[in-house]
């Protein structure tokens, strides 16, 4: 019996809730701004994530090194003794 009750609520304002109305608003240049510059940096942040986990799997697969050359990595200036 309880359960019903709770069901007939939660049934109620879930379509109260799904009632169009008019929302008067104002979205100033300085919030469109900070919605810009969050995309922004989600986009950044994805990007060098990503990097970072390319670079992980190469080195878990032993495809290539961070930092590897594909000629000898011995420098070519002398060594004075």
């Not at 169009?20 to 979205?27: C, F, R």
């Not at 060098?48 to 011995?74: A, C, H, M, P």
């Amino acid at each position: 019996m309880r359960y019903k009750h709770t069901i007939s609520v939660i049934g109620s304002l879930l379509l109260l809730s799904l009632q169009a109305s008019k929302a008067h608003a104002y979205l100033d240049p300085g919030s469109v701004s900070l919605a810009l510059q969050a995309i922004a940096a989600a986009a950044a942040g994805a990007v060098v994530t990503g990097k970072y986990w390319f670079w992980q799997v190469l080195d878990l697969l032993g495809i290539k090194k961070r930092g590897e050359d594909s000629d000898n990595n011995t420098s070519s200036t002398p060594v004075d003794e």
